[in-house]
């Protein structure tokens, strides 16, 4: 197939559009890394992957909009970051477009499950089909 002979105007403008969009976000994270995160040594990719995808509940009161994080028993690791420094956070006092300030939460870790007894519990990985036992 032949390619393209033309290269049009809106091409390169969307590129150009494109590229600065992506160098905002990187620095908007390397920001919040920095400022909100006590300059956590973490790169934008985990930053999304561990942080920004994490579930959560909005409330909306009067004065507040209230940003509750679900706890991840599986990333101990950025809970207790986040847990560390949401206090530091609410003491910024931010200010929303709306006029309300930010308040983050982090739901308190679950209860530990408790451990299968070892006597019920088959010795096999759950992972692999057809495992003799």
Do not use: W
Request: aromatic share 6%; hydrophobic share 40%; proline share 7%.
């Amino acid at each position: 197939m032949e390619g393209r002979s033309k290269i049009f105007a809106h091409d390169v403008e969307l590129d150009s559009f494109c590229n600065l969009l992506n160098a905002t976000f990187v620095h908007l994270i390397q920001c919040v890394l920095k400022e909100l995160l006590d300059d956590a040594k973490m790169d934008p990719n985990t930053f999304i992957e561990r942080i920004v995808c994490l579930p959560g509940r909005l409330r909306i009161t009067p004065q507040l909009e209230i940003v509750t994080f679900e706890y991840n028993r599986r990333d101990p690791e950025a809970m207790s970051l986040l847990m560390s420094r949401y206090d530091a956070i609410n003491a910024m006092k931010l200010r929303m477009r709306s006029g309300k300030i930010l308040r983050i939460a982090v739901d308190p870790p679950p209860p530990k499950r408790p451990k299968a007894k070892s006597g019920n519990s088959k010795k096999r990985n759950r992972f692999i089909r057809n495992q003799v036992t």
